[in-house]
């Protein structure tokens, strides 16, 4: 087991499947009527949240109260403070503090990577830039685990702003220790240089990818890079790159849709198709805190087993 | 951080050295007796003679004093950073006579005032200082800097390094307006608008790391547009930290069509892939950024041909304050003058990639020929100005002992072969208590 989670890139197999195991045991917990266990108290853990995200901070905020830590919250949001500055100087006054774990959202990739550097405490990524978001990857196989048994030969296709996307990294590599096989669709210009190097396959059609898929995971499209010049509008993208129940329906096809939320309705995602029977939308927001609790013990050094 | 000691000897005698210049070609074994500065006498051996200083130049290479075109000393600006005379002492460490200080200061060095006062600074030390003036007004890109005053006062070359000449006719306008002086533009060749927000080679590895990339080509689109300025002004072209493979070659088809274009490489750029910035350590960032292999390969084959005709450091003091920080949020640079000579034995010579006197050719008669600015001569008469080094000297970089102010390098804990013995310049003798 690895002192931090930074990322999925290089974790090997039986320390997903064991964080996966885990957090299947704490969602079994989180369903009794006291979701509750004693199994961090006395531990301090530090949420350090650089960029505004609600989703994220609440999940690992229920999964840390769920584990009876304490826990101390930093919120900055990117313009308030100055770039580069705010990290260092964050860190100078939580040096003094005993700390056991930090939990750290951040705008630049790497803010995770500099913070062990720093600290001795360990490290959790929940979100460097465009880096990676390895809480999230686990979730998401979570939940597709959980859904069809086993990740082993999967076909996991990630749709929309791979170049920007943190979850699609992390999907990436950890699918890919799973064994599954994961495809990346999306306009060119959203998809990074060399992503073929990932070993992944590409798609430019989102049919072509519906139909080679098993899963998809939808990402949220973001209107700021339609402003840089990547894509023309949001309606071409809808239009072109939309998931919606026409495709999946051309498609003859039970596809399991998955989105790291929050959703554009009608964007990226068919309105109704989000609820629809194909969606495993709210199992992911679900298994989140169960991962993340499953995250947070195994990375707290605790060694008492659960029951 | 050292600080350094220069003696003014009156007399010095440097003993069995074997001199090596490479306008010259094989080494020869030499006594070389100087006075005030001024070399007196050059014999195969010289004995008897009171009150000199002597050195013992025994297995070591002395060589013409060498200059690095292409560093920043900070001054005016960030003199917390570097400042001319710690650069001086930087660059005697690292075996340099001659340094070319960048006109990116705060302000930028687009008046007299600032280059004589920059030469000013520099009297005591070893080290003659030849300041590149702005090719612009504040590096801006808008009106042309004064170039004939600037030249009166002491600039070698123009240049807005940091950014490139901002569009196509200021550059135009630039080189016409520079040629009449027969002094280049050196030019930081990056296209704007495709590395904004770019922290890292646009590759494979910027991909996986998930930072903005440069891509090559906005270095590629620069060099190209300037080689074809210099066909239409006949103004000499040099570039500053060629680093792309497809760069190399625009700069070797331009030499084939016989156009005044020189470049030059930095030793990380020879030494060093982006797949380093895998540690997200920020002593890693610089611009231009580390490339591929495939780059480096391009490199080490454009200095073995001749295409890369100089080596420059681009020595980039930084605060710890503004590196010790997450990578996207750091600035660019690393130090280079006292690393320079440990790499460039290490990763070229010693690989067999170039010969000791080509390697020496690139820092010494290369960028003074650029610059048109004398070869300093072995000769009677003539000021001393040498450079005494041991070519297999071991020795692990090593913070404390640095002379520049700062010490943004990758490569500490490098091990590297090569060390820089004494110096002589202008009267002065700096001897490392370090070899
Ligand atoms: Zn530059």
Redesign the pocket.
Known sequence: MQKHLLGLEGVPREEIELILKTAFSFKEILSRPIPKVPTLRGKTIVNLFFEPSTRTRISFELAEKRLSADTVNFSASGSSVQKGETLRDTIRNIEAMKMDMVVIRHSAAGAPHFLTRCIDAAVINAGDGRHEHPTQALLDMMTLQERVGKLEGLKVAIVGDILHSRVARSNIYGLQTMGAEVAICGPKTLIPVEADQWGVEIFYNIDDAIRWADALNVLRIQLERQRTGLFPSLREYAAHFGVTRARLEAAQKDLIIMHPGPINRGIEIENDLADSEFSVILNQVTNGVAVRMAVLYLKSGVTETLE | MQTIKYQKPERLLIKNANYLDPAEGGPRQVDVLIENGTIVRVEHAIDGVDGAETIDGTGKLLTPGWLDMHVHFREPGREDEETVKSGCAAATAGGFTGACP?PNTEPAADTRGIIEYMIAEAKGTPVDVYPIAAATKGRKGRELSEMADLIEGGAVAFSD??VAIATAEMARRAMEYASMFDVPIIE?CEEPSMTEGGAMNESAVSTRLGLPGMPGVAEDIIVARDILLTEITGARLHI??ISTARSVELVRQAKQRGLPVTCEVTPHHFTLTDEAVASYDANLKM?PPLRTQNDVDAIIEGLADGTIDVIAT?HAPHSPEEKDVEFQAAPFGIIGLETALGLIMTQLVEPGHLRLEEALHKITLAPRNILRLPHPKLAVGQVANLTLFDPKHEWTVEASRFYSKSRNTPFLGWTLRGRVHAVINKGFLWVSPDV
């Open positions: 960048m390094d940091g930081h500053a930290h611009n681009d």
